[in-house]
Nanobody, 121 residues
Framework: QVQLVESGGGLVQPEGSLRLSCAASGSIRDINAMGWYRQAPGKQRELVAKITSGGSTNYADSVKGRFTISRENAKNTVILQMNSLKPEDTAVYSC???????????????WGQGTQVTVSS
């Protein structure tokens, strides 16, 4: 079993910053990609940013230049630094990890419980 625990959401004013953290634990053999997705009310879930075990990243166009994703492989942790936040960034942010767990030979997607980010004055 693998668990993803997120922290760092909250309320912030426009142009402010927040830092989201997600730590994976459990019977982890290795983790391929880790990332963050978000879902705003009435909208579909979308990829925000993703990082591979080798450090390759990709971002949604809407957050490029404002958000930075990083990863601490030894700690199975992924960080999302969010700067210059806008009201349209308001959403539930969920951590995702593509994990090979226990004795399995294949990878499986795991999700955190989600953390609310609200950008409002």
């Amino acid at each position: 079993q693998v668990q993803l625990v997120e922290s760092g959401g909250g309320l912030v004013q426009p142009e402010g910053s927040l830092r989201l953290s997600c730590a994976a634990s459990g019977s982890i053999r290795d983790i391929n990609a880790m990332g963050w997705y978000r879902q705003a009310p009435g909208k579909q879930r979308e990829l925000v940013a993703k990082i591979t075990s080798g450090g390759s990243t990709n971002y949604a166009d809407s957050v490029k230049g404002r958000f930075t994703i990083s990863r601490e492989n030894a700690k199975n942790t992924v960080i999302l630094q969010m700067n210059s936040l806008k009201p349209e960034d308001t959403a539930v942010y969920s951590c995702n990890a593509y994990v090979r767990a226990g004795t399995l030979w294949y990878y499986t997607d795991y999700w955190g419980q989600g953390t609310q980010v609200t950008v409002s004055s």
